[in-house]
């Protein structure tokens, strides 16, 4: 009932026709903004899930790591004994270390990867081999993947190398200062592809075979940086973590993709909810378009007011009616706004048409992707403003008719 009179209120001509106008400003205020709230957080969902998906595929599922030491032992039984924990794919261990990677007068500092051949059954970083391919040779013959802005910097060209790049990494059992090349040890290997998947891993890391990597850091047989393990697809990480650390003890630090990237995780929900705040902050001054056409509805509607107190309506209802046409108002530019982003978004997913400047990144427009909880989110805050939007006029409804005595 209370919808049904502002919803006559709404369609009604008004004494003054200021009243319709600032009535469907607020409408429209509302539907920009709204619009704005759901295009502004589905961007941000694009560029969350693009930016996940690259972590996912350069990071494992699972990682194994010493929890006090830089390196951990593990034996071949111990190794053997992973496959049989469930949930476990597979596993691929890892020697990581700092390197200097010259070639002539080129030279730059990047993050070492020996990998065995199980990597890249545990990473999916084939697929953004740019050049070349993913080779890494053997102990005695070394090839090396770059990361394309290492590639970049040392001037190297791997799909034309016809000279090896000069490598040096730590000599452990050195005994001279850090700054003379005696407490490095170099070797030679031939770069082989390059790889693009972000700037922060392009410019910082390069791949070579496990075992050269470990005889150039002087680590044992069965000595290793880390472990990365792939898990089955129908597996609960958490679940696979916890059976990892029953079966190889509290020495270790077993930490699961999010555990890994714990910060960009939390800077990624820390800047979605400031944009949602600061855009709910517009729609609130938006709302304040509202306040004014209430206020202008109850001066209009005064003797109309009065007839309904005579048929014995009180002042909740008053208050109920007007409440309802300051929440009529807010939905119908909540629906208006909510219709008008769903149709940019899935236009923007279909055809593209509003491009990335700048070419960098891995794609080259705008990434959109809509989610439930952003809708709902939404609609709940409309609700709320509106409400409180609407209280104070619907108040000033409600004792409108003894202002009318007097």
């Not at 990597?213 to 472990?227: C, G, I, P, Q, R």
Request: proline share 2%; hydrophobic share 50%.
């Amino acid at each position: 009932m209370n919808f049904l009179f502002a919803w006559r209120y709404f369609k009604s001509k008004k004494t003054t026709n200021a009243i319709n106008i600032i009535a469907w400003v607020s409408v429209i205020a509302i539907a920009v903004v709204t619009a704005a709230i759901i295009i502004v957080l589905s961007v941000f969902n694009g560029f969350e899930g693009l930016v996940k998906g690259l972590y996912s595929d350069f990071y494992a599922d699972i990682k194994i790591s010493s929890a006090q030491a830089k390196t951990v032992h593990l034996s071949n039984e111990k190794l053997a004994q992973l496959k049989q924990v469930k949930g476990v794919a597979n596993y691929s261990c890892i020697a990581e270390e700092k390197a200097v990677v010259l070639n002539d007068n080129y030279q730059s500092i990047v993050v070492l990867k020996g990998v065995d051949d199980n990597y890249t059954t545990v990473s999916n970083i084939n697929k953004y081999i740019r050049r070349g391919k993913f080779a890494t040779g053997n102990a005695d013959h070394p090839q090396i993947i770059l990361g394309a802005g290492v590639e970049n910097a040392v001037n190297a060209d791997v799909e034309h190398a016809v000279s090896p790049l000069l490598l040096y990494l730590p000599n452990k059992k050195s005994t001279v200062a850090v700054t003379s090349l005696e407490s490095f040890n170099s070797a030679t290997a031939m770069p082989t592809g390059s790889f693009l998947v972000q700037q922060e891993f392009d410019n910082k890391y390069a791949f070579s075979n496990l075992d050269f990597v470990k005889y150039m850091l002087d680590m044992s047989v069965d000595e290793f940086t880390a472990v990365e393990v792939k898990i089955n697809s129908s597996a609960k990480p958490n679940d696979v973590k916890e059976a990892l650390i029953k079966q190889l003890g509290n020495n270790f630090k077993v930490e699961t993709r999010y555990e890994q990237n714990r910060s960009l995780y939390k800077i990624m929900q820390v800047e979605k909810w400031f944009i949602y705040a600061l855009l709910s902050l517009i729609m609130l001054v938006a709302a304040f378009n509202i306040v004014g056409a209430l206020t202008m509805l109850v001066l209009d509607k005064k003797k109309d007011i009065h007839i309904l107190k005579a048929m014995g309506a009180n002042n909740n209802v008053i208050q109920k009616i007007f409440l309802s046409e300051g929440v009529l108002l807010a939905g119908i530019g909540g629906l208006i706004g909510i219709t008008l982003a769903t149709i940019i978004c899935v236009i923007q997913q279909k055809f593209h048409l509003i491009k990335l400047q700048g070419g960098t990144f891995i794609i080259d427009y705008y990434p959109v992707q809509m989610q439930p909880i952003d809708f709902l989110l939404t609609i709940i805050t409309i609700a709320i403003i509106a409400i409180m939007a609407s209280w104070i006029p619907s108040r000033k409804a409600a004792t409108a008719i003894e202002t009318l005595k007097s």
